[in-house]
Nanobody
């Protein structure tokens, strides 16, 4: 079994920064592509950023130049550095990680709330 634990969400003022973490634990053989999603109230969950097992990254247009996704394979941990935060970034942020144990399966974190407000 694999568990994903997210942390780092909190309330910040516009223009501020936050770093989210997503730590995987369990019977992990390897970790594949990993992503951050977010869901604002009344909206569908949307993809924010993705990082491949090799380190290639892609971002939603709305966060390009402000957010950076990264991973520490030794710690089985993924990060999302968020700078120049805007009120429209307010959402619950979820990590999604493909993990190979005895089979390849995608897991979701529990979500962490990010609120950007003055």
């Amino acid at each position: 079994q694999v568990q994903l634990v997210e942390s780092g969400g909190e309330s910040v003022q516009p223009g501020g920064s936050l770093r989210l973490s997503c730590a995987a634990s369990g019977s992990i053989v390897s970790i594949g592509a990993s992503s951050w999603y977010r869901q604002a109230p009344g909206k569908q969950r949307e993809l924010v950023a993705v990082i491949s097992s090799g380190g290639s990254t892609n971002y939603a247009d709305s966060v390009k130049g402000r957010f950076t996704i990264s991973r520490d394979n030794a710690k089985n941990t993924m990060y999302l550095q968020m700078n120049s935060l805007k009120p429209e970034d307010t959402a619950v942020y979820y990590c999604n990680v493909w993990v190979f144990t005895t089979m390849l399966k995608a897991y979701w974190g529990q979500g962490t709330q990010v609120t950007v407000s003055s």
